[in-house]
């Protein structure tokens, strides 16, 4: 009985369908990178080189599976699937996870993606925040069995009260930390929107219902054991959040990418509590620093108010003083100019008096004279009498009514 034979594409997709069979997380290869490749910004291809034989291992993925920066010589550890291309008839894996093996390459991984991400601006210092001086909610994303964890909380009790804590609990290392740690960035941010958006009419705090500042931290590690605080993923979360990030790392000495990219980098989680809250005997010194200054600038406002108002007083003293002279003087010689005035007045009144006496007809009839009146009118002229007319004549004492018998100068004469 013979054998039915099989094309080769058929053959090919037998091969492939039997190597589909072997899960890609029971096979990590390890070996060398070379020819490593992008292709139209999305399209990995590297070779994999055994130290100890000639073999070669093709391998192909795509940018956004990896998560982190590679380079030939780059000693790496892959899992995937195999995969022979029925169009070439050749072997590839198809890479899923790829991660650097040993510090030196782990090392050139942290340094090629930092240089990378700087270029593009996340380490810039003119795009970080100031943190709030007093917050009132602080966003912590931590392990809540990590040291870290219980620093932190005790350390800011003693140093400053009334702040809420929101804990999100993350692994800090390991391969679910990445991804919980940019779920836990999310997850804040998302509440910040979702308060800022429901309180936009309101005159409280727009991120009320979110917090004022996060705190991402962890205690200390080598390279590896910080590999999620180096992860792109997690720099571009901490770079893309709408709320200052505090990072701390347990040692100083420990400089992850997290750190480059926060808003405020601490050395350590007792370190965030300090740039995060004040103290209380700063703040309890800085009050009584300014209330004495108030004090002493108040003092010094009331003792130059006080001068001013002197010699305000002083000045409205003297210048009533003047005036006072001035109005003196002005009296005085107001008294003069009337004293003057009345002597005038007297002299011309006595003058005109001694006019008048001189005119008074009764020192005239003292003399012997009289006045004749007819009708109470003065008679002048003896032309205006009429012979038998009544008239009156006024002596000096006395007066006597007569009739008149004769007009001189007109040749008639009448007897009474």
Same mark, same amino acid.
């Given at each position: 009985?013979?054998?039915?034979?099989?094309?080769?594409?058929?053959?090919?997709?037998?091969?492939?369908?039997?190597? !589909?069979?072997?899960?890609s997380?029971? *096979?990590?290869?390890?070996?060398?990178?070379?020819?490593?490749?992008?292709?139209?910004?999305?399209?990995?291809?590297?070779?994999?080189?055994?130290?100890?034989?000639?073999?070669?291992?093709?391998?192909?993925?795509?940018?956004?599976?990896?998560? /982190?920066?590679?380079?030939?010589?780059?000693?790496?550890?892959?899992?995937? =699937?195999?995969?022979?291309?029925?169009?070439?008839?050749?072997?590839?894996?198809?890479?899923?996870?790829?991660?650097? *093996?040993?510090?030196?390459?782990?090392?050139?991984? %942290?340094?090629?993606?930092?240089?990378?991400?700087?270029?593009?601006?996340?380490?810039?210092?003119?795009?970080?925040?100031?943190?709030?001086?007093?917050?009132?909610?602080?966003?912590?994303?931590?392990?809540?069995?990590?040291?870290?964890?219980?620093?932190?909380?005790?350390? &800011?009790?003693?140093?400053?009260?009334?702040?809420?804590?929101? =804990?999100?609990?993350?692994?800090?290392?390991?391969?679910?930390?990445?991804?919980?740690?940019?779920?836990?960035?999310? %997850?804040?941010?998302?509440?910040?929107?979702?308060?800022?958006?429901?309180n936009?009419?309101?005159?409280?705090?727009?991120?009320?219902?979110?917090?004022?500042?996060?705190?991402?931290?962890?205690?200390?590690?080598g390279?590896?054991? &910080?590999?999620?605080?180096?992860?792109?993923?997690?720099?571009?979360?901490? %770079?893309?959040?709408?709320?200052?990030?505090?990072?701390?790392?347990? =040692?100083?000495?420990?400089?992850?990418?997290?750190?480059?990219?926060?808003?405020?980098?601490?050395s350590?989680?007792?370190?965030?509590?300090?740039?995060?809250?004040?103290?209380r005997?700063?703040?309890? %010194?800085?009050?009584?620093?300014?209330?004495?200054?108030?004090?002493?600038?108040?003092?010094?406002?009331?003792q130059?108010?006080?001068?001013?108002?002197?010699?305000? /007083?002083?000045?409205?003293?003297?210048?009533?003083?003047?005036?006072?002279?001035?109005?003196?003087?002005?009296?005085?010689?107001?008294?003069?100019?009337?004293?003057?005035?009345?002597?005038?007045?007297?002299?011309? &009144?006595?003058?005109?008096? !001694?006019?008048?006496?001189? *005119?008074?007809p009764?020192?005239?009839?003292?003399?012997?004279?009289?006045?004749?009146?007819?009708?109470g009118?003065?008679?002048?002229?003896?032309s205006?009498?009429?012979?038998?007319?009544?008239? /009156?004549?006024?002596?000096?004492?006395?007066?006597?009514?007569?009739?008149?018998?004769?007009?001189?100068?007109?040749?008639?004469?009448?007897?009474?």
């Amino acid at each position: 009985m013979s054998t039915q034979a099989l094309s080769v594409g058929e053959y090919l997709k037998l091969v492939n369908d039997t190597l !589909r069979l072997i899960p890609s997380d029971q *096979v990590v290869v390890e070996g060398e990178v070379s020819d490593y490749r992008v292709a139209q910004g999305k399209w990995v291809s590297f070779d994999l080189k055994d130290e100890q034989a000639q073999a070669v291992l093709k391998c192909f993925m795509t940018t956004w599976q990896l998560k /982190t920066s590679v380079e030939d010589g780059m000693r790496v550890q892959v899992k995937g =699937h195999p995969n022979v291309y029925e169009r070439f008839g050749t072997f590839k894996l198809n890479v899923e996870t790829l991660e650097p *093996v040993g510090e030196g390459a782990v090392r050139r991984a %942290y340094e090629l993606l930092k240089r990378r991400l700087e270029v593009e601006g996340l380490f810039d210092a003119s795009r970080k925040r100031e943190l709030p001086r007093f917050p009132q909610r602080i966003g912590l994303i931590t392990s809540r069995d990590a040291a870290a964890y219980g620093d932190f909380l005790r350390i &800011l009790n003693n140093r400053w009260g009334g702040v809420k804590i929101l =804990h999100t609990h993350v692994h800090v290392q390991g391969r679910e930390a990445v991804g919980e740690i940019v779920a836990a960035l999310e %997850y804040f941010n998302h509440n910040a929107a979702k308060a800022a958006k429901n309180n936009q009419n309101d005159n409280s705090n727009a991120l009320q219902g979110g917090v004022d500042v996060l705190v991402l931290t962890r205690g200390g590690g080598g390279l590896e054991d &910080l590999h999620a605080f180096n992860d792109e993923q997690v720099a571009r979360a901490i %770079y893309a959040s709408k709320i200052p990030v505090v990072v701390a790392v347990g =040692h100083e000495r420990d400089e992850s990418l997290a750190d480059f990219v926060a808003d405020v980098r601490a050395s350590t989680p007792s370190n965030a509590v300090e740039r995060v809250v004040p103290s209380r005997s700063d703040i309890s %010194y800085e009050l009584e620093t300014l209330t004495n200054h108030i004090e002493s600038r108040l003092s010094h406002t009331i003792q130059d108010r006080a001068f001013v108002l002197e010699r305000a /007083t002083n000045l409205i003293g003297f210048i009533l003083e003047r005036q006072k002279e001035r109005l003196s003087r002005t009296r005085e010689g107001l008294l003069l100019v009337m004293n003057s005035w009345f002597l005038r007045l007297r002299e011309g &009144l006595e003058s005109s008096a !001694r006019v008048l006496r001189q *005119v008074d007809p009764k020192r005239v009839l003292a003399r012997g004279y009289s006045l004749v009146t007819v009708g109470g009118h003065v008679v002048r002229d003896a032309s205006a009498l009429e012979v038998g007319g009544e008239i /009156t004549v006024q002596f000096a004492a006395g007066s006597a009514d007569a009739r008149v018998s004769r007009v001189n100068g007109r040749g008639q004469q009448k007897f009474v």
